[in-house]
């Protein structure tokens, strides 16, 4: 045959040219200002990764944002985080709004800064001087002081950590105590002299426990307790005390501090687990029962690791149907070995890129039983999945391939190859596509996607970056392709959305959040 790129039709000619160059310095499509900030807002962990630094992707995310309007700023940063759950990019967007839009900066504040552990985020963010300041100023310091005249104490005790401490904040902006109980409290937390008598009860009650071990552990955030030795049978107590979300988080600290060794625990914690009224209250979504899994160590019984494993497959009632013919493509290319949140010291996670494109096509198959799956890397790999069993299993045979290089257009030559009927294709990629590199015009991907379109002119085709540097293999701002960054559990919901016409693509998905 003829060589494709020389004689192309005219109509795969018509076709947008790639205009920038990936990590791997492969053609590829560069996203505009909006899509890149939404995309770096709502999935970016400010960590390094595969292809590039923490700093790296805090520059391009201020960069991002001077090229918006504050109003999509502040937009993103409220989107990133009541939908992405996102800690450090909605802080990062908030400090950055105090220098470029203020009013703005106090319409958000609220709705992005709702806990402790947010607030000392913004504040460290403020004080590193990389939003243009160095310290908070006067608006911004009177959006701290409101946070906490506003909390609670429960809110307050909870805004546990260091470098700042909450001790820190209060002594920056110097609170108003609204009461004696909240000056008490102050005074308590800085050092300061304070009425005893003023003191909250678990304040008083942690006090007492300090002077005497033999007392009951007091209610107090379960950070404070773990300050000092704690016996297996202290461990066994909060075991049963601690939220369920804090209870995922910190099996192989009670593993590790003898825990389970206390009879009945095991069974208790494994109950708490996987108790379905627990769950659908907490709502836990799939990827952040994968990463409890692929985090349990060896300590953590089976026991639990199974009520675990139960949690994940109720978690999966809520990753929505699509209808029609469904092909979802994860790459398990060499790269796909990477951590998901990127390398981070004392953050580093055990569940990898390859682990989260197995999660959302076994998520998918679960409740798309007619769904395939073609992973790939220089090219398709054969694998079949049994979309009857358990997620965990699925997903780990196909992280078990991993290897070779990044060919996002392979799954899409494949189809064409025997000419496929398909309405909806999912690649789960980290888009350094640079096997199938062209010389000119546009992306193979491109090339490959435009063949499949002919013969299914309503397919739709949607590219999930898991670890977003701002460029895709398909371009933005067509109604039939949607580039979306990272890998939260707001992605199925985003893609249903998607397939059913509500949302057109990443950016009008956060123009639609209200500031």
């Not at 595969?50 to 944002?65: K, N």
């Not at 993103?76 to 802080?91: E, H, I, L, N, T």
């Not at 908030?94 to 947010?118: C, E, H, K, Q, S």
Request: proline residues 6%; aromatic residues 6%; contains cysteine.
């Amino acid at each position: 045959m003829a060589n494709k790129g020389l004689f192309a039709s005219a109509i795969a000619k018509l076709m947008p040219a790639a205009d920038t160059r990936n990590r791997e310095g492969a053609p590829a499509y560069a996203y505009g200002p909006e899509h890149k900030l939404a995309q770096l807002a709502a999935t970016g962990t400010l960590a390094d990764n595969f292809y590039g630094a923490g700093e790296t992707q805090l520059a391009d995310v201020l960069e991002a944002a001077r090229a918006c309007d504050p109003y999509f700023v502040a937009q993103a940063a409220v989107y990133a985080r009541r939908s992405g759950a996102m800690k450090d990019m909605p802080a990062l967007l908030a400090a950055w709004l105090t220098v470029a839009d203020p009013d703005l900066a106090v319409a958000v504040f609220d709705r992005v800064i709702d806990n402790g552990r947010m607030l000392r985020n913004f504040v460290q963010i403020m004080r590193s001087g990389q939003v243009g300041r160095s310290s908070l100023g006067s608006r911004p310091k009177r959006l701290v002081q409101g946070w906490l005249e506003q909390a609670s104490m429960p809110q307050l005790m909870a805004a546990t950590g260091k470098d700042p401490s909450l001790a820190d904040i209060v002594r920056m902006v110097h609170p108003k105590p609204a009461d004696a109980a909240r000056r008490a409290f102050y005074g308590w937390l800085i050092g300061r002299p304070y009425d005893v008598a003023a003191l909250p009860a678990e304040i008083v009650a942690f006090e007492a426990w300090k002077a005497d071990r033999s007392l009951p552990l007091p209610a107090v955030p379960f950070e404070w307790l773990t300050a000092f030795p704690l016996t297996a049978e202290d461990w066994a107590v909060l075991a049963t005390r601690i939220g369920w979300q804090a209870l995922r988080m910190n099996l192989n600290t009670l593993a590790r501090n003898g825990a389970f060794d206390v009879k009945g625990v095991t069974e208790a914690v494994a109950g708490r687990l996987a108790d379905a009224d627990a769950i659908a209250k907490v709502r836990p979504m799939p990827y952040q029962l994968m990463v409890a899994l692929g985090q349990a160590r060896e300590g953590v019984p089976c026991k639990v690791r199974a009520a675990l494993e139960e949690a994940l497959e109720q978690s999966l009632a809520r990753v929505p149907k699509v209808p029609g013919n469904v092909v979802v493509c994860p790459d398990v290319s060499g790269s796909m070995s990477s951590p998901a949140t990127g390398y981070r010291k004392g953050a580093l996670s055990t569940v990898r890129c390859i682990d989260v494109a197995a999660l959302v096509a076994a998520a998918m198959l679960r409740t798309n039983r007619d769904t395939r799956v073609i992973p790939f890397e220089q090219g398709v790999v054969k694998l079949k999945l049994d979309p009857r069993a358990r997620v965990a299993v699925n997903a780990a045979k196909l992280a078990a391939i991993g290897g070779g290089g990044t060919n996002v257009s392979a799954p899409l030559a494949a189809l064409n190859l025997l000419r496929e009927r398909v309405d909806l294709v999912v690649i789960v990629s980290d888009n350094e596509s640079w096997v199938d590199a062209t010389r000119r015009g546009a992306t193979a991907t491109m090339r490959e996607w435009d063949e499949l379109k002919r013969r299914n002119p309503a397919a739709r085709l949607v590219c999930i970056d898991i670890q977003p540097h701002g460029t895709s293999q398909a371009p933005q701002g067509r109604a039939d392709i949607l580039n979306v960054g990272g890998f939260s559990d707001a992605v199925f919901d985003t893609i249903a959305r998607f397939v059913s016409g509500e949302a057109r693509d990443w950016v009008s998905i956060v123009k639609q959040t209200e500031v």
